[in-house]
Nanobody, 125 residues
Framework: QEQLVESGGGLVQAGGSLRLSCAAS????????MGWWRQAPGKEREFVAA????????IYAESVKGRFTVSRENTKNMVYLQMNSLKPEDTAVYSC??????????????????WGQGTQVTVSS
């Protein structure tokens, strides 16, 4: 069964850091581009970051550029999101997702074929 499982969320003070992990049980994981998304209460799902299948290229939302870093280890079927200088507005459920696409299209949810359940990140002021 194809599955993505996130971990690493929690409660942190503003200015702090968290590292999210996404464990992938997906056939041919290393061929997928991977994205991180978040959804805050009462808001639409929002693109955060993505990384190409071989790690060569990354894309970030403007709101997290310079603070978040996405990475992956294909030998371990893992994707990570290092989040630094966290702000209260980063509070959300964070999910990883897999897509075969790249470019502007992956800034929308539709190209993603697998989604994890998410992990809660809460940043206190």
């Amino acid at each position: 069964q194809e599955q993505l499982v996130e971990s690493g969320g929690g409660l942190v003070q503003a200015g702090g850091s968290l590292r999210l992990s996404c464990a992938a049980s997906i056939t041919a994981f290393k061929t997928y581009n991977m994205g991180w998304w978040r959804q805050a209460p009462g808001k639409e799902r929002e693109f955060v970051a993505a990384i190409e299948w071989n790690g060569a290229r990354t894309i970030y939302a403007e709101s997290v550029k310079g603070r978040f870093t996405v990475s992956r280890e294909n030998t371990k079927n893992m994707v990570y999101l290092q989040m630094n200088s966290l702000k209260p507005e980063d509070t959300a459920v964070y999910s990883c997702a897999a897509t075969g696409g790249w470019g502007q299209v992956i800034l929308t949810p539709s190209p993603y074929v697998y989604w994890g359940q998410g992990t809660q990140v809460t940043v206190s002021s």
